[in-house]
T-cell receptor
Framework: GDSVTQMEGPVTLSEEAFLTINCTYT??????LFWYVQYPGEGLQLLLK?????DKGSNKGFEATYRKETTSFHLEKGSVQVSDSAVYFC????????????FGKGTRLSVIA | GAVVSQHPSRVICKSGTSVKIECRSL??????MFWYRQFPKQSLMLMAT?????????EQGVEKDKFLINHASLTLSTLTVTSAHPEDSSFYIC?????????FGAGTRLSVL
């Protein structure tokens, strides 16, 4: 079945450091890919998405490019802030049917001043 | 947008009582709603999928008689944890989806004493 693998955390960075959180997927067909963020004690918020190969999703300084050839959707940010501390989930959904999102295990990011 | 309201955000109850959690899509009609459970520092575990007007489809290992799901309208789904026990304590999250958008509730933290 479809699956998402993302790098295990926790990741601890200093403020203004460069962030990469790796995400690879296994899926039949052409899924849509997502990054969700969960701040402490809260639900999930959609951070960005891409629906087809070579699409780049971006939001709040975060970016991720849908790479079909490497089945990857790595999350990047050039300069992280303390407020970016959260858990980040990579997810996919097939583009057909009403199937639920498939989530990675999440990566906890802590940014220190 | 895809605004989803989940209520209550936090509930503490005695063992043996039942707790109802509501999930509402505020600015769209959700043909499908998903219920997830999240254990500390872990990813989301899909519990069930509900489509408006039909019975929910439960994932393997999830007791349908314990976790009652009702999706009576296109904007409301409820999850009732019946005869709650301490092992049911967890963070429950819903999501609502229509054709091309999906939103997540903020989650409900259930603590069973």
């Amino acid at each position: 079945g479809d699956s998402v693998t993302q790098m295990e955390g926790p990741v601890t960075l200093s403020e203004e450091a460069f962030l990469t959180i790796n995400c690879t997927y296994t899926a039949t067909g052409y899924p849509s890919l997502f990054w969700y963020v969960q701040y402490p004690g809260e639900g999930l918020q959609l951070l960005l998405k891409a629906t087809k190969a070579d699409d780049k999703g971006s939001n709040k300084g975060f970016e991720a490019t849908y790479r079909k050839e490497t089945t990857s959707f790595h999350l990047e940010k050039g300069s992280v802030q303390v407020s970016d501390s959260a858990v980040y989930f990579c997810a996919l959904t097939p583009n057909s049917g009403n199937t639920p999102l498939v989530f990675g295990k999440g990566t906890r990011l802590s940014v220190i001043a | 947008g895809a605004v989803v309201s989940q209520h209550p955000s936090r509930v503490i109850c005695k063992s043996g009582t039942s707790v109802k959690i509501e999930c509402r899509s505020l600015d769209f009609q959700a043909t499908t709603m998903f219920w997830y459970r999240q254990f500390p520092k872990q990813s989301l575990m899909l519990m069930a999928t509900s489509n408006e007007g039909s019975k929910a489809t439960y994932e393997q290992g999830v007791e349908k008689d314990k976790f009652l799901i009702n999706h009576a309208s296109l904007t409301l789904s409820t999850l009732t944890v019946t005869s709650a026990h301490p092992e049911d304590s967890s963070f429950y999250i819903c999501s609502a989806r229509d054709m091309d958008r999906e939103g997540f509730g903020a989650g409900t933290r259930l603590s069973v004493l």
